[in-house]
């Protein structure tokens, strides 16, 4: 890959920037999650939490809470052992919300040999998507384009494996609940907006043929035109994109866009006195701690309340306001190393379950490796894991970390994970003192599998 020589490289190195965690007594793993069993010893040596993405831009108060999330679970496992005796850490590339360092910052970290990278945006997953097959590096993010996933046809799944559905499948699952309750819902018609601009890759992730035609025979119109806004755009800009929906008939308005996005266009609806009249609905990272908080200042006339509240959509995970023992250990954690509200949200989860699978991945990792290659010594075992062995590894895995979401990709055909539910965002007042509840509107379910749809005619 030619090197970026014009751009001023910024490597962030964080291994346990944190304060480390209060000792239990008891230093063992959590007792309901079902690891696999150490069959070897890698005392000694250490497995690297490799991520490339915007730490300091416009995504930094997203992708902060993952690397904070990391460091307070690489706290909690090594002191509870690591992977087999080997120490947990991570390496993160920040590329300060600039895409053109995304490339630089691959080379730099592919120079480090790794078996596996973490990376934040679909936009890097579809850039990257050739490179990584060539060099035989998985890629696991939280995100996922159908090109970045699948490639351009739908049909070539590569090395990069989202830990959520695709967008397109999410937007699936929310027509089907709108469909299915058509008391709530009468005559649906959806209004889709999403970011444009650089971040397209995005916001018009889930707004395809295939999901629009899932909707329409769940009984839900979409209208044709997609409308696009910047992250910078401001409230009254964004009026005028929902009023065009509005004047096309929509009743439903789904926003794919996180943090400031769906509170802009709440906010937009408000402004225009249109908020008893319209359903919002978003993608997983809008019913997030990030848009709670900056509508925190944004209330609605009617009840005093933030504009946000009421907005449905997808939770393809465990959130705070489910009573699961793992959840409770993630608010205890967050308690212990003093994280505030802006922290405990979805890439704090996303941080603790990604260092979950990285420990179990590992040592299934090491446990076939030592057995297939008669090898004993620590050191050679985790020097023979690579990024191909990591990929076996993924797709053999069945694996719930912390017992918030389903890590497997059955069949060796997937690389979104399939299970996805619909909640809504509810606030009791406008005083905001923890993370937003998340009221559940339907059960963990497979979503549709809208890139199905490409290949009927075949």
Known sequence: MRKLTFIIMIMVMVVMAFPAMAQDDDLSLPDFV????????????????????????????????????LNDALN????????????????AFDTGGDPNRTAEGYEQVHAQDPDVIVLYSSADSELLRPTVADDEVPIIISAGSLPGLYGENGNEPGWVFATNPLYADQFATFCDYIGANPDLYPD?????????GPVAAFGLAAFTPE?????????????????TFLPIADSTSVSTLVET??????????????????VRVAEAIELIGFSEELVLGSVNWGLDTSAMLLSADSLRASDGLPVVDGMIGSMPFAWYSDD????????????????????????????WTLADTYLEMYTIAANNVAAEQGLEDGTAILNAINGAIIKDTILSMDFDPLGLYNFSYPGGEIRALPNNRIVQMV??????TGPPTLVELTEFAPAPDTRLRLFDDE
Do not use: K
């Open 324 to 351: 699961l023992p793992g959840i409770a250990l993630l608010l205890e954690q967050a308690a212990e190393n003093g994280r505030g509200i802006e922290t405990i949200n979805i890439s704090y989860i996303l941080g």
């Open 188 to 196: 649906p018609v959806i209004g889709y907006m999403g970011w444009g």
């Open 34 to 69: 079902d690891y696999t069993e150490c069959e070897v010893d890698l005392t000694g040596g250490d497995v690297t939490i490799y991520h490339i993405g915007d730490l300091s831009g416009a995504y930094a108060a997203i992708t902060l809470p993952l690397v904070a999330g």
């Open 245 to 262: 929906h509005i004047n096309d008939g929509a009743s439903i308005i789904y926003v794919n866009a996180l943090a400031s996005g769906p």
């Open 211 to 227: 999901a629009i035609a899932h909707c329409e025979e769940a009984g839900v119109e979409v209208l044709p035109q997609a409308q």
């Open 427 to 432: 606030f009791e007042s406008a005083e905001i």
């Open 76 to 91: 909690y496992f090594n002191a509870r052992g690591g992977v087999c005796g080997a120490t947990l850490s991570q390496s």
